[in-house]
């Protein structure tokens, strides 16, 4: 029998703890996307005619949000700033992007039985200077202003080296008989390699882990590029070959925003960020190669507001917290 209760001092701090210690009451929710239970993801043949003038964005409230996070302030951070508005601008210009990939992929349809070589073929337009011009824009009108290395040198462009134009994969991706932009193995396992939350049981992996998996799915989208050889061949070295190379590469991780956002964003972010801090633009890994540190870093470091973002585990710190307080509670009875 104890001899005496605990004071009542004690039973307030208790109580105190406890409840800072306790989960936020409502919790964001781990919605996993399950590619397999869902249709095959396709994108619609040609927008509204009238979308077609200049460069039609979709700009949601946690664009803003998440840019103004990341590009905002004295200091530019190359790593924090560049991934994050790479993969907004990519998100907000995904359905646009696909849509005008149709036509060149049909055309590389009807040819694919020639011997003109892809990187042979002309450059697609490029639509930076007027999507940029649309989104600082829409940025200054909710007084966000990009912070800029210098006068002469713009952030998305010149900085980040962020262009938007018209994509090409004809490797992965081509125009069904409805007219429509389809994926074909490769980028299914792209969406299951890609996802930020596994569906199979709710089992998760750490950002890097999926950082990794996500960008050597990326390179089999075109089985013709050797990224990461010591000794390329000379078509490697060739500027068109490598341009296509990246295009198949933006292409994969574009369908990626335009099929779920919420799913794919902090992934998508943390390639972005692999391929932007890497020497060459093809990263062999998410790791960086000196000091080791990973170029996946935490999610929540984006400010996206995902629900995807792996929460903390309060309810150890919660069960480890109750345990240690009533062990000295009863050895104060």
């Not at 004690?10 to 590619?35: E, G, H, R, W």
């Not at 905002?72 to 992007?97: E, F, I, N, Q, R």
């Not at 590389?108 to 989104?135: I, Q, Y």
């Amino acid at each position: 029998m104890f001899h005496h209760a605990p004071s009542f001092i004690s039973l307030i701090i208790f109580f105190t703890i406890l409840s800072a210690a306790s989960p936020n009451k409502d919790p964001v929710t781990v919605q996993p996307f399950l590619v397999k239970s869902s249709p095959p993801a396709t994108i619609p043949a040609f927008p509204e005619q009238s979308d077609f003038s200049g460069c039609p964005l979709d700009l949601p409230d946690d664009l803003f949000h998440g840019i103004k996070s990341a590009c905002t302030g004295k200091k530019l951070h190359k790593g924090k700033c560049c991934p994050v508005l790479g993969a907004w601008l990519y998100s907000a210009y995904s359905t646009t992007a696909l849509s005008r990939s149709i036509p060149s992929s049909a055309v590389r349809n009807a040819t694919s039985a020639a011997t003109t070589p892809e990187e042979d073929m002309p450059l697609l337009p490029d639509d930076s200077e007027t999507c940029v011009d649309g989104l600082e824009k829409s940025l200054r009108r909710r007084g966000i202003e990009l912070a800029s290395p210098n006068e002469t040198c713009g952030v998305v462009d010149c900085y980040c080296g962020i262009r938007l134009h018209h994509l090409s994969c004809s490797e992965a991706f081509s125009v069904n008989g409805e007219g429509r932009l389809v994926g074909d193995e490769s980028v299914d396992r792209l969406e299951t390699d890609c996802l930020s939350v596994r569906n199979n049981n709710g089992d998760r992996f750490s950002p890097l882990s999926r950082c990794n998996k996500c960008l050597k799915s990326l390179y089999k989208l075109n089985p013709k590029k050797t990224s990461g050889t010591r000794n390329p061949s000379k078509e490697d070295r060739n500027r068109t070959t490598k341009m296509h190379n990246k295009d198949c590469v933006l292409m994969g991780l574009t369908w990626l925003l335009a099929k779920n956002r919420t799913a794919y964003f902090p992934t998508v972010t943390s390639v972005l960020r692999a391929v932007m801090l890497s020497q060459n633009g093809e990263p062999r890994s998410c790791a960086l190669g000196g000091d080791g540190m990973p170029l996946a870093v935490d999610s929540s470091e984006f400010s996206n507001g995902s629900s995807t973002l792996i929460q903390y585990p309060y309810h150890l710190v919660h069960f480890l917290l109750y345990s240690v307080i009533t062990l000295v509670l009863l050895g104060s009875w």
